[in-house]
Nanobody
Framework: QVQLVESGGGEVQAGGSLRLSCAAS????????MGWFRQAPGKEREFVAA????????DYADSVKGRFTISRDNAKNTVYLQMNSLKVEDTAVYYC???????????????????WGQGTQVTVSA
């Protein structure tokens, strides 16, 4: 069982930056693929970014590529999402997700994740 706790959400003006953190319980964090997803009001939850066992294996949604960076610190059991040049359309609840991976793979499909955090609100104002 893995528990995930997100933090770092808040309100920021367009063009600003935020860094989300997701702290995971468990002793095998380094073996987990980690992902960030988001859900805006009235919309379905969508993929944002994912990282495999190491920071050399990442994947991003086209809408955030070049602005967001996912990274993990296996010593701290934590995954981060650095969000720069934020846009109003980035407003959403952001969720951290995890699942045990048998290979170094940055999974982008929600069905590939069994563990989810409670979410953290990110609001970008014009």
């Amino acid at each position: 069982q893995v528990q995930l706790v997100e933090s770092g959400g808040g309100e920021v003006q367009a063009g600003g930056s935020l860094r989300l953190s997701c702290a995971a319980s468990g002793r095998t964090f380094s073996a987990y693929a980690m992902g960030w997803f988001r859900q805006a009001p009235g919309k379905e939850r969508e993929f944002v970014a994912a990282v495999g066992w190491t920071n050399s294996n990442t994947d991003y949604a086209d809408s955030v590529k070049g602005r967001f960076t996912i990274s993990r610190d296996n010593a701290k059991n934590t995954v981060y999402l650095q969000m720069n040049s934020l846009k109003v359309e980035d407003t959403a609840v952001y969720y951290c997700a995890a699942d045990f991976a048998t290979r170094d793979y940055a999974a982008r499909r929600q069905v590939e994740y069994h563990y989810w955090g409670q979410g953290t609100q990110v609001t970008v104002s014009a």
